[in-house]
C-alpha cells in the first residue's frame, strides 16, 4: 500500500471549508478597514505562504506582497524570543499600510520582534493578521488585528504549517497521530 500524508493525521481540527469561509470573511473585513487605500502584506515564510495566498484572493482593494524570513534561536518547537532576519524584505515599509500576515501566534515572541522591526521603518499604519491564535502559550502580549481561529494548545500542521518541513500541503488544519513524533 503506498502510503497517504492522510495517514498521519489524528483528527481535522479546522475543515477545508471551515478555512475558506473564515477566509472569505477576514478577506471581506481587510477590504472594508482599508477601504480607498493600498496594502502591503508581508508574510512570514515558510508557514504563512497558503494562508497570505487565499487571503490576498478574498480582499478586492490593490495588495502588493512581500516577505520576510525568520529564525528564532532555540531548540525543539518553542521559540525563545531571539529572532534573526534570514530574508528582509525587497519592498520600502515607509509611508505604506503594513499588513503583517503570520500562520500561527503561539509565544507572541516571533511577532512582537517583527512588529518592533517594521515600526522603526516608519509605515503610514501596521496591522497583523494571523491564520491561527493559540493564547494558552503566550509569554508577551500582542495585539492581533485580524485572527482566523483560537486553537488550544496542541501542535497543528496544514494549510502551511509543518512538521519537519512536511505537511505544509495539507488542506485542512489537522493534528499529527503521536506515532509520528517517534524517532
Ligand atoms: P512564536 O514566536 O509566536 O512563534 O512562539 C510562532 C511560530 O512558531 C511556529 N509554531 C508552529 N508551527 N505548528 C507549526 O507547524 C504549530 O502548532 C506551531 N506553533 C508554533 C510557527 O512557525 C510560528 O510562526
Ligand atoms: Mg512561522
Redesign the pocket.
Known amino acids: 500500500m503506498v502510503h497517504s500524508m492522510m495517514d498521519d493525521v489524528e483528527r481535522v481540527l479546522i475543515s477545508t471549508e471551515e478555512l475558506k469561509q473564515r477566509i472569505a470573511d477576514m478577506g471581506k473585513q481587510i477590504s472594508q478597514d482599508y477601504a480607498g487605500k493600498e496594502i502591503l502584506m508581508i508574510g512570514?515564510l515558510r508557514?504563512a505562504v497558503i494562508f497570505m495566498a487565499d487571503l490576498a484572493r478574498a480582499i478586492d482593494i490593490p495588495v502588493a506582497i512581500d516577505f520576510m524570513a525568520v529564525s528564532?534561536y532555540g531548540a525543539g518547537?518553542?521559540?525563545s524570543g531571539v529572532v534573526r532576519i534570514l530574508k528582509d524584505l525587497d519592498e520600502t515599509v515607509e509611508g505604506k499600510h503594513i499588513l503583517v500576515v503570520?500562520?500561527?501566534?503561539?509565544?507572541?515572541?516571533?511577532?512582537n520582534y517583527l512588529l518592533d522591526n517594521i515600526k522603526s521603518r516608519k509605515p503610514a499604519s501596521l496591522r497583523m493578521c494571523t491564520l491561527l491564535n493559540?493564547p494558552e502559550r503566550r509569554k508577551v502580549n500582542v495585539h492581533i488585528d485580524y485572527n482566523g481561529f483560537t486553537i488550544p494548545d496542541?501542535?497543528?500542521?496544514g494549510y502551511g504549517?509543518?512538521?519537519a518541513e512536511k505537511y505544509r500541503n495539507l488542506p485542512f488544519i489537522g493534528i499529527l497521530k503521536p506515532a509520528v513524533y517517534e524517532p
Request: net charge negative; glycine share 8%; no cysteine.
Open positions: 512570514v508557514g528564532s518547537t518553542s521559540s503570520e500562520d500561527i501566534i503561539d509565544s507572541g515572541l516571533t511577532l493559540k496542541h501542535f497543528v500542521v504549517l509543518d512538521y
